[in-house]
C-alpha cells in the first residue's frame, strides 16, 4: 500500500489551543486522525508525526526513505530558516507538498522566504485545517500520475 507521512513542525502541538483567529479550533489528533481516515478511505496508509526540534524533523525524513512514499511538510517556523530540512529532501528525493495552515503570503515579510518551496512539488497554505486533506488529494494525484 502506498505510504504518506504528514510531517509537523515546531508548535503545531498547540493547534486547536491558541491564536484559533489564524490557526483554527481544530486540535493536530483530530486533523491527523482525519487525514488518516480520508488515506484509508482512498487506499493509502497516512502516518502522522509532529516535533519542535529539527533534529528529529531531519531524521524523520532520513527514516521515510523506503518507508513513505510522500511527505506532506507543514515545517512550521523551519519552513523560513531551515537549510537542514531542505538537504533532507532532496537527500532523501522523496516528493514533498510544502502545507501551511495560515496564508503566509498575507504574514509578516520573514514568512514570505521558503527554504523548502524550491525543493517541494508544490506549496498549499492559507486553506485553514482543510489544507492536509487538499495537500493528501495532491499527493494522491502527484504520484498516480508519476506511476
Ligand atoms: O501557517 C502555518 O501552518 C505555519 O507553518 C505555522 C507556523 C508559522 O511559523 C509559519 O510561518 C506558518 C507556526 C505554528 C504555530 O502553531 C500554533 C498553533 C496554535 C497556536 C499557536 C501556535
Known amino acids: 500500500m502506498t505510504s504518506l507521512l504528514i510531517l509537523n513542525g515546531p508548535n503545531l502541538n498547540l493547534l486547536g489551543m491558541r491564536q484559533p483567529e489564524i490557526y483554527g479550533s481544530e486540535m493536530l489528533a483530530d486533523v491527523s486522525a482525519s487525514c488518516i481516515a480520508h488515506g484509508a478511505s482512498n487506499g493509502y496508509a497516512v502516518t502522522c508525526f509532529q516535533s519542535n526540534h529539527e533534529g528529529d524533523l531531519v531524521d524523520t525524513i532520513h527514516d521515510a526513505k523506503g518507508t513513505h512514499d510522500g511527505i506532506i511538510l507543514n515545517a512550521g517556523a523551519y519552513t523560513h530558516t ?23 503570503y498575507a504574514r509578516e515579510a520573514f514568512r514570505h522566504k521558503s527554504y523548502i518551496a524550491p525543493v517541494a512539488v508544490g506549496v498549499i497554505c492559507g486553506f485553514g485545517t482543510a489544507g492536509y486533506v487538499l495537500a493528501l488529494n495532491a499527493m494522491i494525484g502527484h504520484l498516480g500520475a508519476a506511476s
Open 82 to 104: 531551515s537549510i537542514a530540512l531542505a538537504d533532507a529532501i532532496v537527500g532523501t528525493e522523496i516528493p514533498t507538498i510544502e502545507l501551511h495552515i495560515s496564508n503566509v
